[in-house]
């Protein structure tokens, strides 16, 4: 059965008596997350050398005999198969068509919707078939701060829309860099936007803000191909789109500072969390090219094309890139004045 979002959860509780567990999707993070629980759910520990037995690809003739014998300890056997794919479908099937007392947890990052494993699994009554996918804006917005909870710490407003939009949608590696980030600022601590910007580092880091650089600077080319390679490398439109907008925001902080009497190099080094001493040339180019009244404009748009994003259906990756090009080509038709 394919296992529906809802029930996800009270599942990997308690899988029952299913036999085969197939998780699938293109968060290879969660697929672990979720492979561990459910080991853990029924063997108790993932570490049970009695009760778990991990398969490699050489070892997939094992699975029937695995999972038709009882641990000397008692209790249910799990056979867990990382990285498994169509040549695992035979046992799979073999699995689910005999009464065996184990449970086969099969992880299968990347796996095509055609395939002959997931359509076993999720034909088969004793079977459950979980897809696992990179969280959108919403979901990764509730799973921070459900994981700050759980790591005793808080994050103000600014913070929250920063971590948002600056870390990818996989899930282990979003836990993992808000765990650096709790004992960043301690037990019961306050994450403010500095915080987050000296502690975390972004699964799309350099990239995601190459392109937003290369925008503001009016080189489409450049901010392209930047682009490309951070949507590739797990930002996300809304996330990208995020992180324009709070660029957009300190340029125009950064300009009103300049219009009450300081110079550019002033108002650039008082911006708090401060401008990457790197990127401070371009920062200070950008703040040439760009009037407060533009700035507000291409803020107002980004806000417009995030909000365009997150509605369902909406062509979220063609919505960022027409909005960092637009914003490109109008930053290079400004520096051509």
């Known amino acids: 059965m394919k296992l529906e979002a809802r029930r996800v959860e009270a599942f990997l509780a308690d899988p029952g008596a299913v036999r085969a567990v ?5 968060d ?11 080991v853990q759910a029924v063997a108790g520990d993932v570490a049970d050398p009695f009760r778990v037995v991990e398969l490699g690809r050489d070892a997939i003739g094992r699975i029937g005999a695995e999972l038709a014998s009882i641990p000397l300890t008692g209790g249910r056997l799990v056979v867990r198969v990382r990285e498994a794919g169509d040549a695992v479908a035979a046992e799979a099937e073999l699995a689910l068509a005999h009464e065996m007392p184990g449970l086969l947890v099969l992880e299968a990052p990347g796996l095509p919707s055609r395939s002959r494993l997931r359509a076993a699994v999720e034909r088969a009554a004793a079977g459950a078939a979980i897809g696992c996918y990179a969280l959108d804006a919403a979901g990764l917005g509730r799973v921070i701060r459900q994981q700050l909870d759980r790591d005793g710490v808080s994050a103000d407003p ?3 829309a920063w971590l948002e939009g600056r870390l990818g949608g996989d899930l282990a590696a979003m836990r993992a860099e808000i765990g650096k980030l709790a004992l960043y600022v301690g037990t019961a601590g306050t994450v403010d936007l500095s915080a987050a910007m000296a502690c975390v580092g972004d699964v799309a880091d350099v990239s995601l803000e190459d ?20 949507l590739a490398e797990g930002a996300s439109p809304v996330g990208v789109l995020r992180a324009a ?41 950008a703040l040439r090219v760009w009037s407060p009244r533009l700035l507000v404009a291409a803020a107002a748009a980004l806000w417009r094309d995030e909000a365009a994003c997150k509605k369902t259906g909406a062509p979220a990756e063609a919505i960022c890139r027409h909005a960092v090009m637009t914003l490109a080509l109008r930053a290079g038709g400004l520096r051509r004045r």
């Open 22 to 26: 197939l998780l699938y999707g293109d």
């Open 28 to 38: 290879a993070g969660l697929i672990a997350e979720r492979a561990a629980r459910l």
């Open 158 to 160: 600014e913070a929250l």
């Open 211 to 230: 392109a937003v650089f290369a925008a503001t600077l009016g080189e489409p080319a450049r901010a392209d191909r930047a682009l490309t390679l951070a």
């Open 245 to 285: 907008l709070v660029h957009v925001q300190r340029l125009l902080r950064a300009r009103a500072a300049v219009g009450g009497g300081a110079t550019a190099a002033e108002a650039v080094k008082a911006l708090r969390p401060p401008v990457f001493f790197r990127r401070e040339p371009d920062f200070l180019t």
